[in-house]
């Protein structure tokens, strides 16, 4: 909508965006990639991804940039996040476009 990437990827929840990043590394390996993690997805929500994550061979990790979502910004939420190196930061929902372009230009905090 806003024209500001070549493609889009959806996962309805964590661990259907985790099985994504396995089988489809490549499509992930741009350091172009930003990555939206909502905090409070089903099944798996962003915290768990995270850990799970975190396990991966690095062969099948992104290369691109994390950003949590969420609708409330908690002060637990954030030193949580912050204690992950993979997040490069938090938008609060709902999403403004200058504040996701600012996001996906950030590099990976790896």
Known sequence: EWNICQSVHVALDGREALTLIQQNPAIFKSPNSL??????M?????????????LLEENQKAD???V???TTLSEA???RANSMSEISGFIKKPV???ELLSKAHSSPRR
């Open 96 to 98: 403004v476009q200058e």
């Open 68 to 70: 949590m979502l969420t």
């Open 35 to 40: 990555i939206l993690l909502d905090i409070n």
């Open 77 to 79: 939420y954030q030193q």
């Open 64 to 66: 691109g940039v994390f």
């Open 42 to 54: 089903p099944v798996m929500n962003g915290f768990e991804f995270l850990q799970a994550y975190s």
